[in-house]
């Protein structure tokens, strides 16, 4: 990539037995948290709430328990953020009801969500220059405005997402804030915290980059590479 000093090839990043071990610790302290819910909703007869804690379970157990079945070796980095992730905003804030009890809950998952959707940005961009089949060289800041976009693209249709549930299935996504019973408070402050976000972890990587500098995200970007390599070859 331009303006950058020369970094090692993909093989060459380690992996990393501290994050795995961290990333396991983790799944096992959420696991049991939602085990015990699972318990009472099930003593209370809480059967929908139940199927819920369930499926969170298994879709936050799914990439440790498949391992080498996924057709995507995903490293633990990203994936402790992705189960948090979850946990926060399904477990925690519909489960636990934790979007009606804490007024900032939403805003502060759709900032961590513009976050991590930079971040995936940076990784798209990233398989496009790594991969030997696709001549593409970004400058920096196009990286970075890439990564910017896209995250502010993905927070949009999500939105639109959560419009079309309210009026096509009655559910309540879009959250009375601020007096507004319409949602579209809701609606405008999730795009302005997921703008932040992205732009957050844009300028980040773009002042590394810039700078020649190795940052946490192009070292977890090849850490994806070097776990992917049938991706990346020619």
């Known amino acids: 990539m331009a303006d950058t000093d020369p970094q090692p090839p993909p093989e060459a990043v380690p992996e990393s037995g501290r ?5 396991l610790a983790v799944l096992a302290v959420l696991q049991a948290i939602m085990a015990v819910e699972l318990a009472l909703v099930l003593w209370r007869g809480e059967w929908l709430t139940a199927v819920l804690v369930l ?9 440790a328990v498949l391992g080498d079945r996924l057709p995507v070796s995903i490293p633990p ?34 900032t961590s969500s513009g976050l991590l959707l930079g971040l995936v940005g ?16 970004m400058r920096p800041r196009f990286v970075a405005l890439f990564a910017f976009l896209f995250a502010v693209a993905t927070g949009a249709v999500w939105e639109i997402f959560e419009f079309a549930m309210d009026r096509l299935l009655g559910a309540n996504m879009q959250k009375p804030m601020f007096g507004d019973p319409s949602g579209l408070t809701d609606t ?7 703008t932040l976000g992205a732009f957050a972890i844009s300028a980040l990587g773009w002042w590394y980059m810039r700078r020649g500098e190795r940052s946490f995200i192009e070292s977890w970007i090849r850490k994806f590479i070097a776990r992917n390599p049938r991706m990346f070859r020619g």
């Open 19 to 23: 994050a795995r071990r961290i990333h």
């Open 55 to 63: 499926a969170i379970m298994a879709v936050t157990l799914a990439p």
């Open 77 to 110: 980095e990203f994936q402790v953020l992705a189960i948090v992730f979850v946990f926060a905003a399904l477990f925690l804030g519909e489960v636990r009801s934790w979007y009606e009890r804490i007024w900032w809950w939403d805003i502060g998952l759709h």
């Open 122 to 137: 940076f990784l798209l961009v990233y398989v496009l220059n790594e991969n030997e089949r696709v001549d593409v060289h």
């Open 188 to 194: 405008m402050w999730d795009l302005i915290v997921d």
